[in-house]
């Protein structure tokens, strides 16, 4: 089992910055992916990043490129998204996700979710 655990959602007026973090513990996927979805009001889970835990490989969503960052501290277990030129379409509730696949960017390729942690960004 995996356990993820997000901290770091908030209140944010628009143009302002974020930063999450996931900390996973339990049986962690050494050469899986890490990823970060959101879940917007009546909308269905979209994902938003993800990046493998050698840290090769790192893929976004078109609409937060440009503007979020998500690394990786293998040392911590840990995934941070950081979110920059925040707007308010980005208001969610944002899960983080663990993966045992290599590559993994639809919800259907992750194995454990975290409870989410909701951002809300105001105009």
């Known amino acids: 089992q995996v356990q993820l655990v997000e901290s770091g959602g908030g209140l944010v007026q628009a143009g302002g910055s974020l930063r999450l973090s996931c900390a996973a513990s339990g049986r962690t996927f050494s050469s899986g992916t890490m990823g970060w979805f959101r879940q917007a009001p009546g909308k269905e889970r979209e994902f938003v990043a993800a990046?493998?835990?050698?840290?090769?490989?790192?893929y976004y969503a078109g609409s937060v490129k440009g503007r979020f960052t998500i690394s990786r501290d293998s040392a911590r277990n840990t995934v941070y998204l950081q979110m920059n030129s925040l707007k308010p379409e980005d208001t969610a509730v944002y899960y983080c996700?663990?993966?045992?696949?290599?590559?993994?960017?639809?919800?259907?390729?992750?194995?454990?979710w975290g409870q989410g942690t909701q951002v809300s960004v105001s105009s």
């Open positions: 990046i493998t835990w050698s840290g090769g490989e790192i």
């Open positions: 996700a663990a993966s045992s696949r290599r590559v993994a960017v639809r919800r259907s390729d992750y194995d454990y």
